[in-house]
């Protein structure tokens, strides 16, 4: 069954602190794995895009890395900020459909 | 460019009751989704269209009916509103098939 599994569920951090946010998927065949920023009461915006060939891709603070092998990827945010406070949502794209997670809730404190 | 917009924001109907939701956007795309996400779930897809005139349907499509007459509009009909239906909707539009998905702002809907 095809299905995205996110870690931790929900994550408090303090500002300026670095935290990495996980995502297992068993999609098949795999096609391209996208990391989403969600702010409350908005809709998902992409942060980073990884394809089957793509180790590592960095935009701006985030991060995210991908081991296709393990079916494994990673989004790691260095010195958080107030404005990371979102949902963080893994998807990854199969033949002809989008798998979602269930993300990964991040608050930045003060 | 104003991306992808849905109408309403927000929604309240009483149980039996109909309505549309309406998704525009100014990308050009060809596929548009329609979306449910609801605490503690992934957004779960209920149809989808690859092009006008087309549509299809998704994991949950049960109470839902969709049409794309035009490109760039995706509208979203609950015919007898149900409190299981209760939820944030969201509507997307991808230029094709496994590129980035573009999302609206969503609407929350109650059924009382």
């Known amino acids: 069954k095809n299905q995205v599994e996110q870690s931790p569920q929900s994550l408090i951090i303090l500002e300026g602190k670095n935290c990495t946010l996980q995502?297992?998927?068993?999609?098949?065949?795999?096609?391209?794995l996208r990391w989403y920023k969600q702010d409350t009461g908005r809709g998902p915006v992409s942060l980073t895009i990884?394809?089957?060939?793509?180790n590592t891709k960095s935009n701006g603070r985030y991060t995210a890395t991908l081991d296709a092998d393990t079916k494994q990827s990673s989004l790691h945010i260095t010195a958080s900020q107030l404005s990371d406070s979102a949902s963080y949502i893994c998807v990854v794209s199969a033949k002809n459909q989008f798998y979602f997670g269930t993300g990964t809730s991040l608050t930045v404190i003060p | 460019n104003a991306g992808v917009t849905q109408t309403p924001k927000f929604r309240v109907l009483k149980t039996g009751q109909s309505m549309t939701l309406l998704c525009a956007q100014d990308m050009n795309h060809e596929y548009m989704y329609w979306y449910r996400q609801d605490p503690g779930m992934g957004l779960r897809l209920i149809h989808y269209s690859v092009g006008e005139g087309t549509t299809a349907k998704g994991e949950v499509p049960d109470g839902y009916n969709v049409s794309r007459l035009k490109k760039q509009n995706f509208l979203l009909g609950l015919e007898s509103a149900a409190p299981s239906q209760t939820s944030v909707y969201f509507c997307a539009s991808s230029l094709v098939l496994n590129t980035e998905a573009f999302f609206g702002q969503g609407t929350r809907l109650t059924v009382v």
């Open positions: 990884m394809t089957f060939s793509e």
């Open positions: 995502c297992n998927y068993t999609v098949s065949p795999f096609s391209n």
